[in-house]
């Protein structure tokens, strides 16, 4: 582990300071048939989404493959265009009415780091061109000479050696090195939030840690906000200073990251914090085990999406006739299931 990798205190984010505001967010997937491409069904990868993000907050974003998480991120960042309803205010502007100029500036101040840094890496670019490319396409740098300045600065702000690797090809680096390369892309603009769509999941575990140690670090420096997208409860626990739990396009539940931790009320939250293996071995066995599959988002459940693996459901939780609301039932902790009532 490199020096710079001790874990950090925890930033205290500007809970004043709203950076991203996401409402009623829908991002649904025409499914196409046929020569015509008769538009036959649509995937609701995320059906009704609403969130904030702080200044230099972490708000973990947690649930199963295919719950939407990953879809919520690449939409934010208009990588998905169009969206399908819902807004996402960024600093006072609507993201899904951007263009040109406009939206250019969004791209700088939110960046994105990707799940698999073996293939989010342009092979036959050295780190240099990597790493600066946005500085010279935003017009960062002057020249060449101030480009490999700045590069080295983010090399070495994210533990890589800047004399050594500068010149180097990703297929040089381990894993974990190439994820620091693209959270030096990432953090060349100083941007105000970057999504982190499963940073660490392609990595060793002795590595998952270096990483958040260095995003935490980061956020500490240059007081970055992160949506941090994760498959699992245990990996955002450090991290995060709230975690939102995602279910099949929906989110179950959302807390300060004590609260969801200690006192979750989502059966879904508590099966998925109880699938975090205790190392103690005298530790009871899983109490809330998952059972059954994810249902598909083509044909969601009707009700309470979560009914067809819940084992406290009852009538009202399968019909849409009486929807199930959002219950806030303590500060900032809110709960979309009756036992929030
Ligand atoms: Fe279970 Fe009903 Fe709560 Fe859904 S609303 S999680 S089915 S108890």
Same mark, same amino acid.
Not at 21 to 32: A, E, G, Q, T, Y
């Given at each position: 582990m490199s020096a710079t990798d001790t874990a950090p205190a925890r930033h205290r984010p500007d809970m004043a300071k709203v950076v991203l505001?996401?409402?009623?967010?829908?991002?649904?997937?025409?499914?196409?048939k046929g020569i015509f491409s008769?538009?036959?069904?649509?995937? =609701?990868?995320?059906?009704?989404?609403? +969130? &904030?993000?702080?200044?230099?907050?972490?708000?973990?974003?947690?649930?199963?493959?295919? @719950?939407? =998480?990953?879809?919520?991120?690449?939409?934010?960042?208009?990588?998905?265009?169009?969206?399908?309803?819902g807004s996402a205010i960024f600093h006072g502007q609507d993201v899904f009415a951007l263009q040109g100029g406009d939206l250019r500036a969004l791209r700088r101040d939110m960046q994105i780091i990707f799940q698999?840094?073996?293939?989010?890496?342009?092979?036959?670019?050295?780190?240099?061109?990597?790493?600066?490319?946005a500085l010279t396409v935003h017009g960062v740098v002057a020249g060449k000479k101030e480009r490999r300045e700045r590069?080295? &600065?983010?090399?070495e702000k994210c533990g890589l050696d800047p004399v050594r690797h500068i010149s180097r090809y990703p297929h040089e680096f381990s894993g974990g090195q190439r994820q620091r390369i693209g959270i030096a892309r990432a953090i060349a603009l100083e941007p105000d939030l970057i999504v982190c769509d499963e940073p660490v999941s392609a990595l060793d575990v002795s590595i998952q840690a270096q990483i958040i140690n260095l995003l935490q670090r980061l956020q500490e420096e240059m007081g970055i906000a992160y949506l941090f997208i994760a498959h699992g409860l245990a990996v955002v626990e450090h991290i995060s200073h709230r975690v939102a739990v995602m279910y099949l396009g929906r989110i179950a539940e959302i807390a300060?990251? =004590?609260?969801l931790y200690e006192n979750p009320v989502h059966p879904y939250t508590r099966a998925l914090l109880s699938a975090i293996p205790n190392p103690d071995p005298d530790a009871p066995m899983n109490p809330h085990p998952l059972e059954g599959e994810v249902p598909t988002p083509i044909n969601p459940p009707a009700g309470c999406r979560?009914?067809?693996?819940?084992? +406290?459901?009852?009538?009202? @939780? =399968?019909?849409?006739?009486?929807?199930?609301?959002?219950?806030?039932?303590?500060?900032?902790?809110?709960?979309?299931c009756i036992l929030g009532e």
């Open positions: 505001s996401v409402r009623d967010l829908k991002k649904w997937f025409p499914i196409k008769k538009v036959v069904g649509q995937v =609701k990868a995320v059906d009704g989404v609403s +969130f &904030d993000i702080h200044a230099g907050e972490t708000l973990g974003l947690v649930g199963e493959s295919g @719950c939407g =998480k990953t879809t919520v991120g690449r939409t934010i960042l208009r990588l998905n265009d169009p969206v399908t309803a698999d840094p073996y293939s989010s890496l342009n092979p036959r670019m050295t780190v240099e061109a990597i790493v600066g490319e590069v080295k &600065d983010l090399l300060d990251s =004590k609260t979560f009914h067809t693996r819940c084992r +406290f459901a009852e009538a009202r @939780c =399968k019909s849409d006739e009486i929807p199930i609301p959002i219950y806030e039932i303590g500060p900032g902790h809110q709960v979309a």
